[in-house]
């Protein structure tokens, strides 16, 4: 049964309880689910997945990642919680919490090896998304962050007619190709009325270690005009970081503070 009040597309939605298709577990109480995704894998969806999460924690938001990459999850080990499982209670799935108190769910919590291939079709992988919303006790949260799969197939697509999506976050690098992926991930998002709050470009420019200069590798024509012909906003600009890349074996400490303040932009679209 779908329960209005405890969902956050309240006041935007335009379906009556009785159509909703959205099973709501009575002991959550989300107020915001926001989406990051992308159309193609490897342009650092999951680290701004994660580093969003932790800024949300930082400024005193109760958070929750969910990791709805079935076939490729990460964001256990980017939170330092690899080879930690998840366990399961009379009410639901306990998701792992991390030391500063952000609540994360992931396939790789609950298989033997994380090494092994999930080898699921379609129906089983949309089924285990749907699970981490209804099953999974979040509790009460300020913010819970989807890490979506790449592309637009059968999971995006539960995520996005299935659970509440406040919003969605596009991650794209600076490469026609990938920005050409990137727009149909947009247009699907707008198909199926889902909102956008922006881009983020990662490896967006490298800073020079001796001057601090910026350093371009692609014209920023092509951005403008992915931007303009999107009607997107960009978020961020994201440096290629050797912090950002060593994020799992070393953990938040190797990324400074310039890059977390890379994401003031980012923040505060999804605060208002």
Request: charged share 20%; proline share 4%; net charge negative.
């Amino acid at each position: 049964m779908a329960d209005c009040n405890s969902c956050p597309s309240k006041g935007s939605c335009q379906k009556d309880s009785s159509e909703c298709g959205v099973k709501i577990n009575s002991n959550n109480k989300i107020k915001n689910v926001i989406g990051v995704m992308s159309g193609k894998g490897g342009v650092g969806k999951s680290t701004v997945s994660v580093i969003l999460a932790k800024i949300l924690r930082k400024k005193g938001y109760s958070v929750g990642i969910m990791d709805a990459d079935i076939m490729g999850p990460s964001v256990g080990r980017l939170m330092g919680l690899g080879g930690v499982r998840a366990y399961g209670s009379s009410d639901g799935i306990m998701p792992v919490e991390t030391d500063d108190g952000i609540k994360v769910i992931s396939l790789n919590f609950m298989i033997d090896d994380e090494n092994q291939p999930v080898v699921w079709r379609g129906a089983l992988l949309s089924g285990c998304v749907t699970q981490f919303w209804s099953d999974v006790l979040w509790g009460e949260l300020d913010y819970l962050i989807i890490d979506m799969p790449p592309g637009t197939g059968d999971i995006t697509l539960t995520v996005m007619q299935s659970i509440p999506l406040t919003g969605v976050i596009m991650v794209s690098v600076p490469h026609d190709m990938v920005s050409m992926i990137v727009s149909k991930s947009i247009n699907m998002a707008k198909k199926l009325n889902v909102g956008i709050y922006g881009i983020v470009e990662n490896m967006s420019y490298a800073l020079c270690p001796n001057c601090g200069e910026k350093i371009k590798f692609h014209d920023d024509t092509n951005l403008k005009e992915f931007i303009d012909t999107n009607n997107v906003s960009l978020l961020a600009e994201l440096p290629m970081n050797t912090g950002l890349a060593e994020l799992a074996e070393k953990g938040f400490d190797c990324i400074g503070d310039d890059v977390f303040d890379l994401f003031s932009g980012v923040v505060s679209v999804i605060e208002k």
